[in-house]
């Protein structure tokens, strides 16, 4: 065999190799290990983890062919430092790119918890812990004046520092990071109650001369009460011009916070609490708001309707019935409330 067929056939060989190779790695980085796989599991990236052991762990549990390739691939597109911790749904089904995607976006798997418009602190603390969220007293204990928000959230500046965060816990849907603290998760909702409290909002709130911690008092207060956006602005102005008069304002959703009773019937005996939060006994808004109400009841409280009534009642079917005067209050209460 001459010198040149035997160059020409290392030639081949050398080329044939080097194809052979290129094949190998797109097929290892761009065909997922076992392509119909349908199920799911959770792959953990820690914090300070780098591609090295990111990439010894995928292959470790089954989820790609060769560790190598998903760290050379994340090296060549620039993404080595971008990579996420948390916990993520993964398959072998998934390809190195499509996992790598997840790793920068952070699609980690978050779990969702919703808190309902109108509960208060002592609500969300106890449905927190039955969602394994957070347990009931740490919650309680964080949010009742264990920490000052107020230098990271400007709203909460007029707030008095020994109230807790009542009215401030934004009613909302939520995502959840495993292994998130409880302090994170009330900064993030902390952080939603700032966002929904537009500028506009705060401009009209210091237009009217009143301050974010009385406004969201009284719309506490119009949480608990009514249902419906006209009840609530109209019973907003029923409650505004009580204050403005000087009359008591004797809303029975303050006795309710005081006693923790979840039913809406008061007793007399009730409105005779020594307690700051008792509208019956002391006049003006109560102490500081009683639920966390939902942005409906915050621009009722801003926009009260202006009507000749002073006095309302909500039915058992939920009907708001108004009145003028106390007589026609008393007769309502007779035939609505027995």
Do not use: C
């Given at each position: 065999?001459?010198?040149?067929?035997?160059?020409?056939?290392?030639?081949?060989s050398?080329?044939?190799?080097v194809?052979?190779?290129?094949?190998?790695?797109?097929?290892?980085?761009?065909?997922?290990k076992t392509?119909?796989?349908?199920?799911?599991?959770?792959?953990?990236?820690?914090?300070g983890?780098?591609?090295k052991q990111?990439?010894?762990?995928?292959?470790?549990q089954?989820f790609?062919?060769?560790?190598?390739?998903f760290?050379?691939?994340?090296?060549t597109?620039g993404v080595?430092?971008?990579?996420?911790?948390?916990?993520?749904?993964?398959?072998?089904?998934?390809?190195?790119?499509?996992?790598?995607?997840?790793?920068?976006?952070?699609d980690?798997?978050?779990?969702?918890i919703?808190?309902?418009e109108?509960?208060n602190?002592?609500d969300t603390?106890f449905?927190?812990?039955?969602?394994?969220?957070?347990?009931a007293?740490d919650f309680?204990t964080?949010?009742n004046?264990?920490?000052?928000?107020?230098?990271?959230?400007?709203?909460?500046?007029?707030?008095p520092?020994?109230l807790?965060?009542?009215?401030?816990?934004?009613p909302?849907t939520?995502?959840?990071q495993k292994?998130?603290?409880t302090?994170?998760l009330?900064?993030?909702i902390?952080?939603?109650?700032?966002?929904k409290?537009?500028p506009e909002?705060?401009e009209e709130?210091k237009?009217?001369?009143?301050?974010?911690?009385?406004?969201?008092?009284?719309a506490?207060?119009?949480?608990?009460?009514?249902?419906?956006?006209?009840?609530?602005?109209?019973v907003?102005?029923?409650?505004?011009?009580?204050?403005?008069?000087?009359?008591p304002?004797?809303?029975?959703?303050?006795i309710s916070?005081?006693t923790?009773?979840?039913?809406?019937?008061?007793?007399?005996?009730d409105?005779?609490?020594?307690?700051?939060?008792?509208?019956?006994?002391?006049r003006?808004l109560p102490?500081?708001?009683?639920?966390?109400?939902?942005l409906?009841?915050?621009?009722?409280?801003?926009n009260p309707?202006?009507?000749?009534?002073?006095?309302y009642?909500?039915t058992?079917e939920?009907e708001?019935?108004f009145?003028?005067t106390?007589?026609?209050?008393?007769?309502?209460?007779q035939?609505y409330?027995?």
């Amino acid at each position: 065999m001459s010198k040149k067929s035997q160059k020409i056939i290392t030639a081949v060989s050398f080329l044939f190799l080097v194809l052979t190779l290129a094949v190998s790695v797109w097929e290892g980085i761009y065909v997922p290990k076992t392509p119909r796989f349908k199920e799911t599991k959770i792959f953990s990236v820690k914090k300070g983890e780098g591609t090295k052991q990111i990439s010894i762990n995928l292959e470790k549990q089954g989820f790609i062919k060769y560790g190598l390739l998903f760290r050379f691939y994340v090296l060549t597109r620039g993404v080595a430092d971008k990579l996420q911790a948390g916990d993520y749904l993964l398959s072998p089904s998934m390809a190195t790119p499509e996992i790598t995607k997840k790793f920068v976006s952070g699609d980690i798997i978050r779990n969702k918890i919703t808190i309902i418009e109108g509960w208060n602190i002592r609500d969300t603390s106890f449905y927190l812990e039955e969602q394994g969220v957070a347990k009931a007293a740490d919650f309680s204990t964080l949010v009742n004046s264990a920490r000052d928000f107020s230098e990271d959230f400007d709203f909460l500046k007029d707030k008095p520092k020994d109230l807790s965060l009542e009215g401030y816990l934004f009613p909302d849907t939520y995502e959840i990071q495993k292994g998130e603290s409880t302090e994170e998760l009330v900064r993030k909702i902390l952080k939603n109650f700032g966002e929904k409290l537009t500028p506009e909002l705060r401009e009209e709130i210091k237009k009217q001369d009143k301050t974010i911690f009385e406004i969201i008092t009284m719309a506490s207060l119009i949480e608990k009460e009514v249902k419906t956006m006209p009840d609530k602005k109209s019973v907003s102005g029923v409650l505004w011009k009580r204050l403005e008069n000087g009359m008591p304002l004797q809303v029975d959703a303050t006795i309710s916070y005081i006693t923790g009773k979840k039913n809406t019937k008061v007793l007399i005996a009730d409105t005779q609490i020594d307690s700051l939060y008792n509208t019956y006994k002391y006049r003006g808004l109560p102490l500081g708001p009683i639920s966390n109400p939902g942005l409906e009841s915050i621009i009722a409280a801003l926009n009260p309707e202006s009507s000749e009534y002073w006095y309302y009642l909500s039915t058992p079917e939920g009907e708001t019935i108004f009145n003028k005067t106390l007589e026609e209050h008393n007769v309502a209460r007779q035939k609505y409330l027995k």
